[in-house]
C-alpha cells in the first residue's frame, strides 16, 4: 500500500470514529437525560398535562435522535473499512439497533399518544407514557452501551 493510500484510510478511519464516538455520546447523553429526568418530571404533572407536553418535546428529539443513530452507525461502518477493529462495527450495530427498535415498539405508542382523541381518557395516558418510560430506557441502554464500546476501543491503543 502506497504512503499516500495509507495516510487516506487513517485519515478517514479516525475522521470516521470521532464521529461515531461523537454521535454516540451525544445520542446516550440526551436518551438517559430523557429516561432520568425530563419524563420523570413529565409524569408527575399528571396525565393530561404530560400528554399535552409529550408532542412537542417528542417531535424536537425525534429529529435530533435518528439523525444521531443513523450517522454514528454509517460513520462506524465508515471507521471498520477503512480499517478500524470490529469493535467499531459492533458499537455501530448496537447504536443503530435504536432505529429498528425505534420504529417497531416506539413508534406505535408514540402515534397513540399523539392522537387527538386521548386527551379524554386519563388512564390510558398514563399507562402509554409507563409504556413509552420503558421502552425508551431500553434506547438509553443501546446508546449508552454503544458509546462504551467506541470508548474503549478508542482507549486500547
Given at each position: ?130 409504556r413509552w418510560g420503558r421502552l425508551h430506557a431500553a ?19
Amino acid at each position: 500500500m502506497s504512503y499516500f493510500k495509507f495516510m487516506m484510510l487513517s485519515c478517514i478511519q479516525y475522521s470516521a470514529q470521532f464521529v461515531a464516538t461523537f454521535c454516540s455520546s451525544i445520542f446516550a447523553g440526551a436518551a438517559v437525560y430523557v429516561s432520568f429526568v425530563e419524563h420523570p418530571a413529565r409524569m408527575e404533572c399528571g396525565p393530561l398535562l404530560a400528554s399535552t407536553e409529550f408532542a412537542p418535546s417528542y417531535k424536537r428529539a425525534a429529529i435530533m435522535q435518528a439523525s444521531l443513530a443513523a450517522l454514528g452507525f454509517t460513520s462506524s461502518v465508515a471507521a471498520w473499512l477503512a480499517g478500524a477493529g470490529g469493535w467499531w462495527l459492533i458499537g455501530g450495530i448496537v447504536l443503530g439497533s435504536v432505529i429498528p427498535f425505534t420504529l417497531l415498539f416506539v413508534i406505535p405508542v408514540n402515534k397513540e399518544l399523539l392522537n387527538p382523541s386521548i386527551d379524554k381518557q386519563p388512564d390510558k395516558i398514563n399507562h402509554l407514557l409507563m409504556r413509552w418510560g420503558r421502552l425508551h430506557a431500553a434506547r438509553s441502554v443501546l446508546g449508552t452501551i454503544s458509546l462504551l464500546v467506541f470508548l474503549s476501543s478508542l482507549f486500547r491503543h
